[in-house]
Every structure is written in C-alpha cells, then in structure tokens.
C-alpha cells in the first residue's frame, strides 16, 4: 500500500499509473479499483482501468469500462466534484513554468555577462509587468473585504510586480510556483 493518504482516490489513480507504466497490468488494476471504490464516478480511474484492460487483451472488460463512463458523463456532475477538479489544476506547476523560469535565469545571467547590466535589467523589468498583468488576469490578490498582509496569498498584482522587480530572483520564482494555487476561481 502506498505511503500516502489511502482515502484519496486521486492518489489510488497515480499509483495505479505508476504501475502501468511499469507494466504491472494486475496492480494498476487494483489501485484504479481502489480508486473507483472511493470515488465511483471517478472518470479517470474508470479511463485508466478501462485502457489497462485493453492493454491486456480483455476486451469485454474495457468496453464495460467505456460503457460507465458514459453513463457517469451523462449525470449532471456534482458541485463538489467540480470544486475538487479546479482544486486538483490549481496547484499544479507545469513543465513550461519551470522551462520559461530556466530560460529567464539563462537570459539573464547571458545578457549580465554579455550585453551588460542595462540588458539583465530589462528583462527584470519585463518579468515584473508579466508578473503585473498575469496576477491581474488570474484575479491574484485579496479577497473582496480582505486587507493585503504579510501573507503572500492576499498580495496584490502591484505588490507582486514590484517584489519581483526588486527582488527578482526569489520572488520570480516563487510567483510561478505559487500563482496557481492562489489564482480565483473566475466562473
């Protein structure tokens, strides 16, 4: 049994990935029913099962799968589902958060080192305004009645821009780690 929390059906989903593409079919199979038994409308886990069954050759068995899919896709989904999926996105940070932060720290110790000063401030002062209008677009900052304190959840775009412009290489990175987690639900 893995490590993490067991009630976690999304935790039963990875570890069953996990397995799969280790090719153990038979564990995978297991965890994605751990999955499904804790959440049986779990679309992802009834995907997962479905494909690894197909992958061995048991037919019969992925078209049932497919076949609960539908009938889940076809319920109106539930509102804690839907609050659970935006929680699960948001605290992702993608593989080009962490390319474009090494691209940055590459430009700017090239352009430090090559053009010179004027250009490391650039594109420092770039990253600040893409800070700005980033947190401005995701709606980053208090909450509506929320004063902006020393915790970084209630800062404002322009409070993020300028920590970033001064501080660069901490704030930077840790405005793409964290911006996700802090962006509002805007629907």
């Excluded at 593989?95 to 401030?121: E, Q, R, T």
């Excluded at 700005?132 to 993020?160: C, F, N």
Aim: glycine share 6%; hydrophobic share 40%; with cysteine.
């Amino acid at each position: 049994m893995p490590a993490q929390n067991p009630d976690d059906p999304v935790m039963w989903r990875n570890t069953g990935n996990g397995y799969f593409n280790n090719g153990q079919y038979e564990e995978a199979i297991k965890c994605y029913f751990n999955a499904i038994e804790l959440n049986p409308d779990y679309v992802d886990a009834w995907n997962n099962l479905g494909y690894t069954y197909h992958k061995m050759g048991k037919f019969e068995e992925a078209n049932r799968c497919k076949e609960r899919i539908n009938e889940i896709k076809s319920k109106p989904p539930k509102t804690e589902e839907i609050q659970k999926t935006k929680t699960e996105k948001k605290d992702n940070v993608t593989i080009s958060d962490w390319i474009a932060l090494i691209i940055l720290f590459i430009a700017i110790i090239w352009a430090a080192a090559i053009g010179g000063l004027p250009y490391a401030l650039l594109i420092i002062l770039l990253s600040g305004v893409y800070v700005y209008l980033d947190a401005k677009k995701r709606g980053i900052g208090p909450q509506k009645g929320e004063k902006e304190t020393m915790e970084s959840r209630t800062w404002s775009p322009v409070s993020w821009a300028i920590l970033v412009i001064l501080f660069w290489i901490i704030f930077f990175p840790l405005y793409i780690i964290k911006r996700n987690k802090y962006t509002k639900a805007v629907e």
